[in-house]
Structures are given as structure tokens and as C-alpha cells.
């Protein structure tokens, strides 16, 4: 059975994982996903598949995605969008999110949500670019 709501506590091992699986060249730290899940606590959602966090989100309450990220083998099948549709119902239709320039799989399924590209942020990652893409 597959359900979303928000993050607790004692999800914290299996979000460090995924986040690190995720990104392996720059994970948030376990600092930085603790000060996410006190400062906008009703803002980060996990996605359980029988029990087990496959994936999360992180959003402002403005749409601004923070983070999103999904275990490698439960990828593609559509975990993401719900996510990011999850998102876009509290928000009216609003998000936006910065991409790596590199980051060709997250443009595409950005694309594929209907967001397009709103501008670029040179140097965002230090040495690489951002895409701004929005509804
Ligand atoms: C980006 C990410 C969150 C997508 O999650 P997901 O659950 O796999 O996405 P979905 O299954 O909902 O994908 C929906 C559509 O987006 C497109 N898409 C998603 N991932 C894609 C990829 N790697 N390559 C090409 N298209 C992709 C496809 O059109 C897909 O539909 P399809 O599978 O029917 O072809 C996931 O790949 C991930 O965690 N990546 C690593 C972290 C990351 O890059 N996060 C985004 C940072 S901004």
C-alpha cells in the first residue's frame, strides 16, 4: 500500500539514505534536514511503500520545492509526480524549484509537470549552473 504524510522523527535514517543516494556529490546534512523538519514541519512530506520511506519532498509554503528525492529501484513509477502534485494542490498550482544544469532526468520530469523554465542562476552550485523552473 502506498501513502504520503508528513515526516517524523523517526524517519530521519531512511531520509539520510535516500538523500544520500540521491546526491551523492552534495547530501543535506543531518543538521540541515532537522532544521527543514522543525522550521516547516507541515512542509515535508515522506512516501511509504508497505510501511517503508521510499522518497520525500521539501517545499516552502510558497511552492518553493527544496528537495525531492526518490530510492533508485522505486524510481519511474510515478512517485515523484505525486509528490510534487501533492505540492502543487496546497499551493494552488504554485511551485518552482532550482535544477542543476546537468541534472538532465529532474528537467525532464519538471518538463513533463508542466513547469518551464523561468531563468538561470550562474554559478549556484559553485561550479556548475541552475535552471529556475516553475508553473
Ligand atoms: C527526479 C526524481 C525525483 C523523479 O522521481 P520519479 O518518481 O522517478 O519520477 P516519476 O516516475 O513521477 O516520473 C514522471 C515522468 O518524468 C520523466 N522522468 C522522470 N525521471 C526521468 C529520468 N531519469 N529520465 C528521463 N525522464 C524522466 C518521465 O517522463 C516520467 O514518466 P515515464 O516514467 O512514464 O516516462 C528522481 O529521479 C530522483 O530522486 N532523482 C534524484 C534526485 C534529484 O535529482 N532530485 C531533483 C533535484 S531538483
Not at 499551493?91 to 513533463?112: D, Q
Not at 542562476?121 to 523552473?133: H, K, S
Request: proline share 3%; charged share 25%; aromatic share 14%.
Amino acid at each position: 500500500m502506498n501513502s504520503i504524510r508528513r515526516f517524523k522523527w523517526t524517519d530521519m535514517d531512511a531520509i539520510m539514505e535516500i538523500e544520500q543516494e540521491a546526491f551523492p556529490k552534495s547530501p543535506y546534512s543531518g543538521f540541515t534536514l532537522s532544521y527543514y523538519a522543525s522550521a516547516y514541519r507541515n512542509n515535508f512530506l515522506v512516501y511509504l511503500v508497505d510501511g517503508r520511506v521510499v522518497a520525500y519532498i521539501i517545499f516552502y509554503p510558497d511552492g518553493h520545492i527544496i528537495s525531492i528525492a526518490v530510492k533508485p529501484e522505486y524510481r519511474r513509477r510515478g512517485i515523484g509526480t505525486e509528490l510534487v502534485n501533492e505540492v502543487l494542490k496546497r499551493t494552488g498550482g504554485r511551485a518552482m524549484v532550482e535544477v542543476r544544469m546537468s541534472n538532465e532526468g529532474a528537467k525532464k520530469f519538471y518538463r513533463r509537470l508542466g513547469f518551464s523554465l523561468l531563468g538561470i542562476i550562474r554559478g549556484y552550485y559553485g561550479n556548475e549552473d541552475a535552471l529556475v523552473m516553475g508553473t
